[in-house]
């Protein structure tokens, strides 16, 4: 049974700003930490963390952008996501079980259901096969799990409902 970790795969989620003082948050590349996906037949299984999210750096522009945040900044985000946002304490582990993986179009397609946050989700994902990695990326609406998105400032700035995750998987033999 091939068994990913943060060691040989990848787990980035994306955070976006919005509301009137916008213009001075930051679009963030946050990367979880402490993961492990199982491949097993025509099953998976991911187990993330939820205390292990890091900010990468902030995103400008577009634009990756290392130097705009500093390492105050980051624990105080990183803080904020595991104490407010994803109450880790509460809710320690973010799991996904596929349990149906099917041929599609340049991929797979994957069934099956996410918990995040004491709520479950049935979740349907494309991986893209067609390269030496396998990928897959998913919008995921914080309030459909019971999470409500983070805001400052009287709600003046704030992240938007929509995060998007995505995760990269060395490619599996044919």
Same mark, same amino acid.
């Given at each position: 049974?091939?068994?990913?970790?943060?060691?040989?795969?990848?787990?980035?989620?994306y955070?976006?700003?919005?509301?009137?003082?916008?213009a001075?948050?930051h679009?963030?590349?946050?990367?979880?930490?402490?993961?492990t996906?199982?491949?097993?037949?025509?099953?998976?299984?991911?187990?993330?963390?939820?205390?292990s999210?890091?900010?990468?750096?902030?995103?400008?522009?577009g634009r990756?952008?290392?130097?705009a @945040? +500093? /390492?105050?900044?980051?624990?105080?985000? =990183?803080?904020?996501?595991?104490e407010? &946002? %994803? #109450?880790a304490?509460?809710?320690?582990q973010?799991?996904?079980?596929?349990?149906?993986?099917?041929?599609?179009?340049?991929?797979?397609?994957?069934?099956?259901?996410?918990?995040?946050?004491?709520?479950s989700?049935? @979740? +349907? /994902?494309r991986?893209d096969?067609s390269? =030496?990695?396998w990928?897959?990326?998913? &919008? %995921? #609406?914080?309030p459909?799990y019971?999470?409500?998105?983070?805001?400052?400032?009287?709600?003046?700035?704030?992240?938007?409902?929509?995060?998007?995750?995505?995760?990269?998987?060395?490619?599996?033999?044919?």
């Open positions: 049974m091939p068994r990913f970790d943060s060691s040989n795969a990848d787990v980035s989620v955070t976006y700003k919005e509301g009137l003082l916008s001075v948050a679009d963030l590349k946050l990367r979880v930490t402490r993961f996906v199982d491949i097993e037949g025509d099953s998976v299984r991911a187990e993330l963390a939820a205390d999210l890091r900010v990468l750096h902030a995103i400008r522009d990756d952008d290392p130097a @945040l +500093s /390492l105050a900044d980051r624990q105080k985000i =990183e803080s904020n996501i595991v407010e &946002v %994803l #109450s304490r509460r809710f320690p973010i799991r996904f079980v596929g349990r149906s993986v099917k041929p599609a179009t340049s991929g797979l397609r994957i069934e099956g259901e996410l918990s995040l946050h004491g709520k989700r049935t @979740l +349907s /994902l991986v096969t390269g =030496e990695r990928t897959t990326e998913v &919008v %995921l #609406s914080q459909d019971g999470i409500k998105p983070y805001s400052a400032m009287l709600g003046t700035l704030r992240i938007r409902p929509d995060v998007r995750v995505v995760v990269s998987l060395p490619a599996l033999p044919a």
